[in-house]
C-alpha cells in the first residue's frame, strides 16, 4: 500500500543568511533542461517555498496546491500579492520503485508544462 507524502518547507528569512549560517539543509536535483540546481541556495536573497512530495498520490494534491502558490508568489496575482517576494520550487522525490517513473516524468512535464513552472520543478532520486 503507497502512502502519500506531500510536505511543505517554508524558509523563512533570507536564504543567503541561513545557509551562512548553515541551518538549513539542501537538496540537489534536476531540471528539465539537465542543470543541476541546489536549494535553497538558488534563492539566495529571497525567501523560498519548497514543496516535497513523493509517491503517485501526492502528485494530484501537489497539482491542487501549487497553483495558487504560483499565482500569488510567482505571478503576483491577488489581493497584496505583490508583498510577497519568494521563490517557489517543486521537488518530486523517486525512491524504490517509483525511481523508473524518474525520466518519463521529467519528460512529459518537458512536453505539456509552462516553461516557466518546468524551471521551478527540480527532480530528485
Not at 539566495?44 to 501537489?62: D, N, R, V, W, Y
Not at 521537488?91 to 509552462?114: H, I, Q, W, Y
Request: proline share 6%.
Amino acid at each position: 500500500m503507497s502512502r502519500t507524502r506531500f510536505v511543505i518547507a517554508l524558509i523563512v528569512g533570507a536564504t543567503s543568511s541561513l545557509m551562512a549560517q548553515s541551518k538549513c539543509p539542501t537538496i540537489t536535483g534536476e531540471t528539465t533542461d539537465g542543470a543541476t540546481v541546489t536549494l535553497p541556495a538558488a534563492s539566495a536573497g529571497h525567501f523560498a517555498i519548497i514543496a516535497l512530495a513523493a509517491g503517485k498520490k501526492a502528485e494530484p494534491l501537489l497539482q491542487e496546491w501549487y497553483e495558487p502558490a504560483y499565482l500569488r508568489f510567482v505571478a503576483h496575482q491577488g489581493l497584496f500579492a505583490g508583498d510577497h517576494d519568494a521563490d517557489l520550487w517543486l521537488v518530486p522525490v523517486f525512491t524504490g520503485l517509483n525511481k523508473a517513473a524518474f525520466g518519463p516524468s521529467m519528460k512529459r512535464l518537458r512536453e505539456e508544462a509552462d516553461p516557466d513552472v518546468a524551471r521551478r520543478v527540480v527532480f530528485v532520486k
